[in-house]
């Protein structure tokens, strides 16, 4: 596999006289230099996915199968390439990196296998003249916006089932993590997939321009993004409003991870760690806040406290990491000051609270303790390696903090006990719940949010359904 650096339109990998620079977080190096297209190459490659959709869209789940799993084949052929590629922009340690390549490529299989399901029905009639069903058709033309935290996997999560249901996409990744992106076009067109069935535009600048067309086009049928609410809300009322598009969004998230008294301190300890501390904390569903029954608040503390002081942190590359650096200078700067607001406020820290030594991007794993409800730790994602405890006396009490937000992603909690873990996954106001484990994410399951975190459902037999239309037929005059 080539370290491609330019675009891929129609089939074509597109150069440009403008470029910008992808800069390793680690380091500050400067990786490759990309083309910075705009709103005309956008046009470019969305009528190119036009013209691509008809033959890619009337050949047989099957056949599109065949290509999909052969583009899987390649990337688990290319593993270790891509998992250096998504260290490399994005800064996740090597081994996290992996994992993310291999979830990444489990959605391209998951979904050829999965387009031949997909199944219309019959429907009982209600006259004795006609017959009924329903076919499953592609939605049309799909556009993906994609964000730097998951350089591979949120790719691979939309347009997996995109092309499984014989749709074509135009896909802009993030301008931090474009590399991955255009290494998955390379496996794309060594794997088969005809030209103009997956584009990808690359930009720094033109952002809004590009959205602009993604939205509004009125060849582009649905429309994917991953993000932040604030822009997950302008895009989706662009979307609807110019041309009421089909939209999903994966937005931002709030996760509580509540451990009541009843729990194995060990795993909870463990599962928070996994959960929080995951890709230095930038991950929509990480724990943003750890709630801690008052009874055991300060055995928990300090096992999380010392198990999070032992943290390795440093570039990806290097063997044993398990925090990188954040993605960039704008990040450290959010980090440094919701902590330090927070320690203004009263909160104290058991370990980190300050920027590590390793680097520019680097922050210290961190705990704080004395956290209340009105900390903007508490209220925000804070999207760094900070984890926030926050002390609670009653079950009530435990899912109201954990309820009052206007998020609803995911939510943790650990108990052993078997009546409380029904009765608190039922309350907890978000799309996913996960009882005594810190990470959930896979290609079977349907990851989606609840309230602000947005619209639709990513994997699982649901993802399928977002790029598919279903269709009523009535056989009518018998
Ligand atoms: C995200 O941060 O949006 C994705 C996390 C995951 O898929 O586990």
């Known amino acids: 596999m080539n370290l491609r ?80 590629l998504i260290t490399l922009e994005g800064g996740k340690p090597l081994a996290e990196a992996r994992g993310e390549a291999l979830y990444g490529a489990s959605f391209v299989e998951w979904f050829a296998e999965e387009a031949k399901r997909a199944y219309g029905r019959t429907i009982p009639t209600t006259t004795a003249t006609r017959r009924y069903v329903t076919i499953k058709q592609p939605v049309g033309v799909c556009a993906a916006i994609t964000p730097w935290n998951f350089p591979m996997a949120m790719i691979t999560r939309k347009a997996g089932p995109a092309l499984a249901a014989g749709c074509s996409i135009v896909l802009k990744p993030p301008s931090q993590t474009p590399l991955t992106a255009l290494a998955l076009a390379e496996l794309a067109e060594r794997a088969g997939v005809p030209a103009g069935v997956f584009n990808v535009v690359t930009t720094h600048s033109h952002t809004s321009a590009i959205g602009k067309v993604l939205c509004e086009s009125p060849l582009v049928r649905k429309f994917s993004f991953t993000g932040s609410t604030d822009v997950g809300k302008r895009l989706g009322s ?77 570039d990806g590359k290097a063997e044993g990491v398990e925090i990188g650096p954040l993605i960039d200078a704008h990040a450290i700067a959010k980090v440094e000051q919701m902590v330090a607001e927070a320690i203004g406020a009263g909160a104290v820290a058991l370990t980190g609270g300050k920027k590590h030594a390793a680097g520019a991007q680097f922050y210290a794993p961190t705990v704080l303790a004395n956290v209340t409800r009105e900390m903007r730790v508490n209220r925000e994602e804070i999207f760094g ?62 990851f989606g949010g609840m309230k602000e975190s947005g619209l639709g459902r990513e994997g699982g037999v649901e993802g399928l359904e977002e790029y598919l239309e279903t269709k009523f037929v009535n056989f009518g005059g018998f």
């Open 238 to 314: 662009a979307c609807v409003g110019s041309t009421v598009k089909r939209v999903s969004l994966e937005l931002g998230g709030n996760a509580p991870l509540i451990v009541f008294a009843d729990a194995d301190i060990d795993k909870a300890v463990k599962g928070a760690i996994a959960s929080k501390f995951r890709n230095a904390g930038q991950t929509c569903v990480c724990a943003n806040r750890i709630l801690v029954e008052d009874s055991i608040y300060d055995a928990f503390s300090k096992k999380l406290a010392d198990a999070v002081s032992k943290l390795k942190v440093g």
């Open 5 to 84: 650096s330019d675009a891929y339109i129609d089939g074509q990998w597109r150069t440009a006289a403008h470029r910008f620079d992808v800069i390793n977080p680690a380091t500050q190096d400067v990786i490759a230099r990309v083309p910075d297209l705009g709103a005309a190459e956008t046009e470019e490659a969305v009528a190119a996915a036009d013209r691509a959709l008809p033959a890619w869209a009337t050949k047989t789940a099957k056949e599109r199968a065949v290509i999909l799993r052969a583009w899987y084949d390649l990337m688990i052929a290319e593993i270790d390439r891509l998992a250096r």
């Open 385 to 446: 390696p900070v984890a926030p405890l926050i002390r609670f006396k009653t079950e009530d009490e435990a899912i109201a903090i954990a309820n009052d937000t206007e998020f609803g992603l995911a939510g943790y909690f650990f108990s052993q006990d078997v009546n409380r873990c029904w009765r608190v996954a039922e309350r907890l106001d978000y799309g996913m719940v996960s009882i005594n484990d810190g990470i959930f994410s896979n290609e079977v399951i349907p």
